[in-house]
């Protein structure tokens, strides 16, 4: 009987053993798996990062191309302006030069 009950308790220390490296392995996977969600987070926080330095840079760009887009709008405008003044002049010089003919007749 003692030899029944210490092979038991044998098959029971050994089960234990066993469950109990099945759960070490269960935890240290556990701990692999935090530490890769870990360093993504750490690479994502650097993407983020990364993202808004970019978009500062094209805040930047975009208030010079609207500044630009202005300067040319008013360009735009003044040629406008010219280009009407000349086409008046134009046609004021053809009255001009109808009259001096007039007048050489």
């Avoid at 220390?13 to 240290?28: I, Y």
């Avoid at 094209?58 to 735009?76: G, M, P, R, T």
Wanted: proline letters at 0%; one cysteine or more; charged letters at 25%.
């Amino acid at each position: 009987m003692a030899s029944a009950s210490s092979t038991s308790a044998k098959n029971l220390f050994v089960d234990s053993k066993t469950r109990l490296a099945e759960r070490v392995q269960v935890n240290v996977n556990n701990m692999a798996s935090i530490c890769r969600q870990v360093n993504r987070g750490s690479q994502s926080a650097d993407m983020l990062t990364h993202s808004a330095r970019n978009m500062a840079l094209q805040e930047h760009a975009i208030k010079n191309s609207e500044d630009s887009l202005q300067k040319l709008n008013k360009l735009n405008t003044h040629l406008t302006y010219q280009y009407e003044a000349i086409q008046r002049h134009a046609m004021a010089l053809e009255n001009v030069k109808e009259q001096v003919r007039d007048m050489q007749r």
